[in-house]
């Protein structure tokens, strides 16, 4: 079985600080995804990479970057985290473009 | 722009009733998948649809994509508390590079 797993459950910043989201993989999937997810508006791409070292914008990238250094290792950065970034996020990842993807069980954020 | 209308946002019915949750977009999809989600955990996948006018069974649930590959629904036969959740439609449109996109959720509560 395909495992996504999120470094953490629940994590808990506080306004300015620089927050790490970390997503590992081990199905050695090409493309790694990572989503918000907000009451009623379903979950938004915020940024994808489709190989190492490689990233594209999704939706909503602003407030975002990301890191992909390893296949397996996709992070997501809030470089100065703010009260609107308080979410849930989801890392997902797939074998290859126009397959589905699996998730990881999601990390809620709380921004205060 | 929201490609993806998902409707009813919220359902709460009682135990063995049917229920219906519809999934539209104006844009033609070349796939749509149907997920659920529990609290605390990612999306799992339940169906993908691809042809017009199929229609697939999960036990309880139908999933049906309309023949113009517009729209998709998901019924629900005799519900059960353990349905309880949040169900995503998310489709990929070939005027989006392929990407997932997501509709906004329905929550449905089922009571005992």
């Known amino acids: 079985d395909v495992k996504v797993t999120q470094s953490s459950r629940y994590l808990v910043k506080r306004t300015g600080e620089k927050v790490f989201l970390e997503c590992v993989q081990d199905m050695d999937h090409e493309n790694m995804f990572w989503y918000r997810q907000d009451p009623g508006l379903g979950l938004r791409l915020i940024y994808f990479?489709?190989?190492?070292?490689?990233?594209e914008k999704g939706d909503i990238p602003e407030g975002y970057s990301v890191s992909r250094e390893k296949k397996e290792r996709f992070s997501l950065i809030l470089e100065s985290a703010s009260t609107n970034q308080t979410s849930m996020y989801l890392c997902?990842?797939?074998?290859?473009?126009?397959?589905?993807?699996?998730f990881g069980a999601g990390t809620r954020l709380s921004v205060l | 722009t929201q490609l993806l209308e998902q409707s009813p946002q919220f359902l709460s019915i009682q135990e063995g009733e049917n229920l219906t949750v519809y999934c539209n977009s104006s844009s033609v999809f070349s796939s749509l998948q149907w997920y659920r989600q529990e609290p605390g955990e990612g999306p799992v996948l339940l169906v993908t649809v691809v042809t017009g006018g199929e229609v697939k069974k999960l036990k309880r649930l139908t999933f049906q994509f309309g023949d113009a590959r517009k729209d998709s629904s998901l019924h629900i036969t005799a519900a059960q508390p353990g349905d309880t959740g949040l169900y995503l439609c998310?489709?990929?449109?070939?005027?989006?590079?392929?990407?997932?996109?997501f509709g906004q959720g329905t929550e449905l509560s089922v009571k005992p």
């Open positions: 990479s489709y190989d190492v070292k490689m990233k």
């Open positions: 997902a990842s797939s074998l290859i473009s126009g397959t589905l993807p699996y």
């Open positions: 998310a489709g990929v449109f070939n005027n989006q590079g392929g990407k997932l996109i």
